[in-house]
T-cell receptor, first 114, second 116 residues
Framework: GNSVTQMEGPVTLSEEAFLTINCTYTATGYPSLFWYVQYPGEGLQLLLKATKADDKGSNKGFEATYRKETTSFHLEKGSVQVSDSAVYFCALSDRPRTGNQFYFGTGTSLTVIP | GAGVSQSPSNKVTEKGKDVELRCDPI?????LYWYRQSLGQGLEFLIY????????KSGLPSDRFSAERTGGSVSTLTIQRTQQEDSAVYLC??????????????FGPGTRLTVT
């Protein structure tokens, strides 16, 4: 079946530190992969996506590369800011094999301190 | 509206009561999803609507949960005889369309349900 596993949190970093949040997936087909972010008090919003192997999604200084060989989609940022404090969710969609269901990880809470 | 809206934003109910949660998707979005986010848990898929097709109800946890979507737009999630374990944030999302490519989901702010 399809599933997403992401690293346990919470993660606390100092401003300007390097961030990695690990995400691995299991899928029966050729999924699209996503990172969503949930800022405090707000709804989830798409951060970046990649629809095929070796694609790199990027946005707001965050990057993630779709690695089919390691079934991974790790989120990275070279220098985090306090404003990056949020919960990050890795997700996959294996359309059309499973219809339109999205599979989300449990979320990783990031706190960036000045 | 500009985004997905949900109402109420917060709902406190007594165990055994029925509740209705509402979702207004983005205009023109044909796909609508309901998820549940429990404390410390990820997003749990509940149900999916696409146009006039039969909904995918595979994620509904019990027959106390049901949902409908009227006129291909507004959706209502109903929980009957609420239990304390139903306490969670219920999220609605919509997307433009389905098909061979994955399309971005736009999430509402959620309804926080507390069953006492």
């Amino acid at each position: 079946g399809n599933s997403v596993t992401q690293m346990e949190g919470p993660v606390t970093l100092s401003e300007e530190a390097f961030l990695t949040i690990n995400c691995t997936y299991t899928a029966t087909g050729y999924p699209s992969l996503f990172w969503y972010v949930q800022y405090p008090g707000e709804g989830l919003q798409l951060l970046l996506k990649a629809t095929k192997a070796d694609d790199k999604g990027s946005n707001k200084g965050f990057e993630a590369t779709y690695r089919k060989e390691t079934t991974s989609f790790h989120l990275e940022k070279g220098s985090v800011q306090v404003s990056d404090s949020a919960v990050y969710f890795c997700a996959l969609s294996d359309r059309p094999r499973t219809g339109n269901q999205f599979y989300f990880g449990t979320g990783t809470s990031l706190t960036v301190i000045p | 509206g500009a985004g997905v809206s949900q109402s109420p934003s917060n709902k406190v109910t007594e165990k055994g009561k029925d509740v209705e949660l509402r979702c207004d998707p983005i205009s023109g979005h044909t796909a609508l999803y309901w998820y549940r986010q429990s404390l410390g848990q990820g997003l749990e898929f509940l149900i999916y609507f696409q146009g006039n097709s039969a909904p995918d109800k595979s994620g509904l946890p019990s027959d106390r949960f049901s949902a409908e979507r009227t006129g291909g737009s507004v959706s209502t999630l109903t929980i009957q005889r609420t239990q304390q374990e139903d306490s969670a944030v219920y999220l609605c999302a919509s997307s433009r369309q389905s098909g061979p490519l994955s399309y971005e989901q736009y999430f509402g702010p959620g309804t926080r349900l507390t069953v006492t």
